[in-house]
């Protein structure tokens, strides 16, 4: 990724948790699991993964044609769930 791309993730990252109240603190402090970056990084991948086996195998047995997601979508899910496991310091209770 470019410079760029990489400053654009973050700063969608960044926003993305002000929205969902996402919060950072220290390993002394809890917060519930709908907080974690990295929960909501392995719901979106699970989601997206489960659609595109559905796209995949049901969709053109039903006559349905369903957009496919690129590849890259998933890299950056996965570099944004091992980003958001290694900056975490706050355990989910």
Not at 7 to 24: P, R, T
Not at 61 to 82: D, K, M, Q, R
């Amino acid at each position: 990724m470019s410079m760029l791309s990489n400053l654009i993730a973050k700063l969608a990252g960044k926003f993305v948790a002000g929205k969902l109240n996402l919060k950072e603190g220290n390993q002394m402090d809890t917060k519930k699991w709908w907080q974690s970056k990295t929960i909501w990084t392995g719901v979106v991948t699970f989601l997206l993964g489960a659609y595109s086996l559905f796209q995949a195998s049901i969709g053109p047995s039903i006559g349905v044609v369903l957009p496919v997601i690129p590849e890259w979508v998933f890299t950056l899910l996965g570099a944004i769930g091992i980003y958001s496991r290694v900056v975490a310091d706050t355990k989910i209770g």
